[in-house]
Structure formats: structure tokens, C-alpha cells
């Protein structure tokens, strides 16, 4: 069982994480990036430096990619991905390929920031208040029902790239002919969590649970984190969960505030944070093993250690430099 990892990035550990548990099997990790600098391609068994996702060619380069290395099972740690993956399933299920994805409406609603606000209120489930046009926002301002500061982030961003904060109405004004989509949020001043979880691929039920009180940030992902058990947090996710039914590894974010939890946003992957969990021994990647091997994995009802901290540090790799296109051999 060989099992493709896209957009690996700086993921090192999360590589790692694959390759042990498919040496068990014996199998192997193969990675791929657009840049051949990744450093998580350098700790796969094999890697590719392929196209840009948003180049023409990418799908096609994937499927030689999975034919070169017979690979059984495929997954992206990246959200502009997920959503190309998902509208390519029964391409690469027709060659005994399965892409570790959530359903592409599940996709759609978590990566469109405004739908997500949409989906959860629909719902009935706690969100932030989110605008896409700023005479709404300005009209709810007048009337008390917001305050400054305000939050503008990108409507399909990732990484927290493109977050700003915006302090009086004539900042908020700048936005009015901003031609890239954005979201509208108020600044939401609480304690913010951080929720892994794993729904099997075949029974499509919840099968682990960890939650995490974020200590420290970095370019969107959590860099310091301690475990936590809560049981309205617990509540809040299972309810989650059961209306959007995503399949796979997904990372949900959360505000404590005075009324209790909100939903902040929900990524249907590997979250940045997860290696805490798998840590303290919530194995998602064992999980997808099994589900790639055929079996169904039963819940999971792992007694993790609470306030035990993960913190994440630098490390350092030399590697000879090559030519873009090369990995382990050109296809």
C-alpha cells in the first residue's frame, strides 16, 4: 500500500507520521510540491515536484504520479486542494485509486468562509457573525448590533493570509471597492480551541475526538497548544459532525466567549495542529490505513491526558539543490 501525500509543504512530521505507520504494511509515503525546497517532500520515500495546483496539467500529473508508484490512496494537506481533489474522485477511484476527501459540497461550504457562516446558522449551530457586503456592516454599526474592531479576511483564504483588522469606519471604508471577495467578521475577544477529529471513510461515523486550548499561533497554525476536555465543546462538534457528515481527518476551530462556544472555522484535513493529538495517541493516520486496507474502524474511546502542552520548534535539513520538475525521476 503506497499512499500519495499532496502539497506537503513544511508538514515534516506529519510525512513521518505516514511512513511509520505504512512501513508496518509495508508500504510507502510518496509526497509531492510545487516547490522542490518543501521540506516534508525530503522526508517521504519518494517524492515529485509537480505543477502548480491551478496549472491545466496538475490532475494529469497526479494520475502519473499514482501510476509510477502504484498508489492506493491520495490526500492533500492544503484547502484550495481539497475542493480540485473532490471533483476528481471517480477519475481516480477508476483506476483503484481513493482520494481521502470529504464529499465536494462538505468541501465547498468549509473552504467559502461566508457559506460556512451560512451552513452553521441554517443549522442552528453558534457561529461569528459573517458579511460579505460592507453597507450591511455599516447598517448593523449604526444600530449597536456591531462594534469595532472588525476582522476582513479573504471569503477562500487559507493560512491566515490576508487577515486584517480594522479599527474605525473610515479603515472599514477603504474595503468598499475591494475586488476581492471578502468576509466581514467582528474580533472576537476568547479563549480559542482548536478540535480534531477523524470520521471513518466507510461507517462515516465519528470515531476520534481531541480538543486543544491554543496557546500560541503562527501563520494559521498552532504552534503551542494544551489538551483539554470539555463536554459542550464535545456537544458542539458531535452536532457539527452529524449535519455536515465530512469523511477523513478534519480541523475545527472554536472561540470560548461570554454566551459559550462559537464555530470559527472548519478545515476538512489534517489540521497544523494536529500532531498534538497524535501525540497523545489519537492515530488518524492509522486510521486511514486501515480504511485504505479495507476495514472499518470502531470508535475510539482513547483516554488522552489532559494539560500536557505540544510545542512545536525549528529544525534543519541540507539538501543538493535540483532543477524544478525533478524529484526522484522525471515522468
Known amino acids: 500500500m503506497n499512499v500519495l501525500i499532496c502539497s506537503v509543504g513544511r508538514r515534516v512530521k506529519l510525512v513521518e507520521a505516514f511512513r511509520s505507520e505504512l512501513q508496518k ?5 510518496i509526497a509531492v510540491d510545487c516547490d522542490p525546497t518543501a521540506p516534508a517532500l525530503h522526508f517521504a520515500d519518494m517524492y515529485e515536484v509537480v505543477p502548480r495546483i491551478d496549472d491545466s496539467s496538475y490532475i494529469d500529473y497526479l494520475k502519473k504520479v499514482c501510476k509510477k508508484y502504484e498508489v492506493t490512496g491520495i490526500l492533500s494537506l492544503i484547502d484550495p486542494e481539497l475542493s480540485l481533489l473532490a471533483n476528481h474522485v471517480e477519475e481516480f477511484e477508476k483506476e483503484g485509486i481513493y482520494v481521502i476527501v470529504s464529499d465536494k459540497q462538505t468541501v465547498d461550504i468549509c473552504f467559502d468562509k461566508y457559506s460556512t457562516s451560512q451552513f452553521l446558522s441554517d443549522n442552528g449551530l453558534p457561529c461569528i457573525p459573517t458579511y460579505i457586503n460592507i453597507d450591511e456592516v455599516i447598517r448593523d454599526f449604526k444600530v449597536g ?14 493560512a491566515s493570509i490576508g487577515i486584517n483588522k480594522v479599527y474605525t469606519l473610515e479603515e472599514l471604508l477603504i474595503y468598499k471597492n475591494e475586488t476581492a471577495e471578502i468576509v466581514i467578521q467582528p474580533f472576537v475577544n476568547g479563549q480559542e480551541f482548536g478540535v480534531d477529529c477523524y470520521i471513518d471513510i466507510f461507517s462515516r461515523k465519528l470515531i476520534n475526538m481531541f480538543m486543544k486550548k491554543k496557546i500560541v499561533m503562527r501563520a494559521g497554525e498552532t504552534d503551542k497548544s494544551i489538551s483539554v476536555k470539555d463536554y459542550d465543546l464535545k456537544q458542539l462538534i458531535e452536532r457539527l459532525v452529524n449535519v455536515l457528515k465530512p469523511l477523513g481527518p478534519i480541523d475545527i476551530d472554536c472561540f470560548l466567549t461570554k454566551d459559550g462556544f462559537v464555530i470559527s472555522e472548519i478545515n476538512p484535513r489534517f489540521g497544523g495542529g494536529y500532531l498534538h493529538a497524535h501525540m497523545q495517541g489519537q492515530n488518524f493516520v492509522e486510521n486511514i490505513v486501515k480504511n485504505l486496507s ?14 500536557l502542552i505540544m510545542v ?20
Open 25 to 29: 504494511v509495508n508500504g510507502r509515503v
Open 145 to 158: 448590533k456591531l462594534d469595532f474592531p472588525l476582522i476582513i479576511k479573504p471569503r477562500k483564504g487559507s
Open 294 to 307: 479495507g476495514f472499518t474502524n470502531q470508535l475510539q474511546n482513547i483516554e488522552y491526558e489532559e494539560d
Open 312 to 331: 512545536k520548534y525549528e529544525d534543519v535539513k541540507l539538501m543538493k539543490n535540483v532543477d524544478k520538475g525533478i524529484g526522484t525521476g522525471q515522468i
